[in-house]
Structures are given as structure tokens and as C-alpha cells.
């Protein structure tokens, strides 16, 4: 009999709004009502999209040779990790997937979304996430913690007015695919987003 298909929940938000807090706590869920889960992230999630990662997180490039290998690390990423773990039943989190390349490369740096829509017709055609949690802050906010934090890499250094347009598109996103999006306030105390994510959870599964 083949396994009943695993779910594919996405985070995504604009560098500072919290996504990482809340990975742990879905990861949690989701265990706890028995199913396998496989935790991925984007750029990376693979030994070679960790590589890729590396180069486009750090060094100088054009911005299409950016899209390019997000996308590259992507098609690897659904090619070892997401495609058979979701065909075997288990479930997928990812730490960013597509809507990403089209808050950065697409709202952040300009690039032409039907630029980013071919490649996402090309690398997963047929699949689009079950769940995508959206965390949204205003642009101080995120600023505010990401200083609080590390170094910055090659993103986090970016001027608000990237950060802007990578939040507009990420909102123009939620609500042109309002069936898999959740926007979460994130300005709310994590103790209200967990209960706001279950909430969530609860209904879709
Ligand atoms: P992330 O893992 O959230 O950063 P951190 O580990 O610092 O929390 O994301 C890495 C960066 O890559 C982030 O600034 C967003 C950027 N990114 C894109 O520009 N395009 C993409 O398609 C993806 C997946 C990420």
C-alpha cells in the first residue's frame, strides 16, 4: 500500500522576525502526533546546498546568479531530502523555501518575479507547501534583534529600504495564496503565537 503523503509546513519572514523560535515548537507538534518529520532548510539543507549556501550568503554575485543557486540548492534539497520524505508519509519543515526568493531576490533586489515564476515552474511544478507561516514584524523591530545578535551575512547587511520591499512581497504573497499562508504578528509574545500556531495546526491537520 503506499504511505499517505507526508505535509510540507514552511517559515518564512524577513531576517529578525523570529521564525527560528517557532520551528522548534511546530517540530514539537508534529512529532507528538507520531509522524516522522525531516527538518530542512533553504539556502542549504543538503551537503551540497550547504556549499551553495556558503557562496551565496557570503560573496558578491549578480543578482540572477543569486535566484540561480537558491534555486539550485532548492532542486537538490527536493531531490534528496523533501520529495521522498514527503512520498515515504513523514513530514517536512523548512526554513525558508520559494516565497523567500521572491521576498529577496524578487521584492528585496528588483528581480523580475516572472523570472523567479519560471524557475519555480521548472525546480517543483507540482508541489506548493501545505502550511507557510508567515512572521511579520515592522522593519525596526527585526532590525532591533538582528543587532542584537551575531555577525551579519550578506542579507542582514541590506538597508531597510530592501527589507521593506522583501516584506511587501511577502504580504502581496500571503494574500494572493491566502489558502496556505498564515501571517503571525510577531511583535506578540511567544507564549500568544504558540497559541496562535496551534491553533492553526489543529485546524489544517
Ligand atoms: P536564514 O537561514 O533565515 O538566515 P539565518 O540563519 O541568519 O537566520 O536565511 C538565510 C538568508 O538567505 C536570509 O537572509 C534570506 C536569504 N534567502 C534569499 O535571499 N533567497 C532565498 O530563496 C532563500 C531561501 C533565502
Same mark, same amino acid.
Given at each position: 500500500m503506499t504511505p499517505v503523503r507526508g505535509?510540507?509546513? %514552511?517559515?518564512?519572514g524577513i531576517d529578525g522576525a523570529g521564525k527560528s523560535t517557532h520551528i522548534g515548537f511546530v517540530s514539537d507538534y508534529v512529532r507528538a502526533r507520531g509522524h516522522a518529520l525531516i527538518a530542512s532548510r533553504e539556502p542549504g539543507g543538503t551537503p551540497l546546498g550547504e556549499k551553495l549556501r556558503e557562496l551565496v550568503l557570503h560573496e558578491k554575485m549578480h543578482l540572477e546568479t543569486e535566484a540561480l543557486l537558491m534555486f539550485a540548492s532548492r532542486r537538490e534539497n527536493l531531490a534528496q531530502l523533501i520529495e521522498p520524505a514527503l512520498a515515504r508519509g513523514d513530514w517536512v519543515i %523548512?526554513?525558508?523555501?520559494?516565497d523567500a526568493s521572491f521576498a529577496y531576490q524578487g521584492g528585496g533586489r528588483g528581480l523580475d518575479l516572472r523570472k523567479l515564476e519560471a524557475l519555480e515552474q521548472w525546480v517543483h511544478?507540482?508541489?506548493?507547501p501545505d502550511l507557510t507561516f508567515l512572521f511579520d514584524v515592522p522593519l525596526e523591530v527585526a532590525r532591533a534583534r538582528l543587532d542584537a545578535t551575531r555577525a551579519l551575512d550578506k542579507f542582514e547587511q541590506e538597508q531597510s529600504d530592501f527589507f521593506f520591499a522583501a516584506r511587501q512581497e511577502y504580504l502581496r504573497r500571503a494574500a494572493q495564496f491566502p489558502q496556505r499562508f498564515h501571517v503571525i504578528d510577531s511583535t506578540q509574545p511567544i507564549a500568544q503565537i504558540q497559541v496562535q500556531l496551534l491553533a492553526i495546526l489543529d485546524q489544517a491537520f
Open positions: 505535509k510540507f509546513i %514552511t517559515f518564512e %523548512t526554513d525558508r523555501f520559494t511544478p507540482d508541489l506548493q
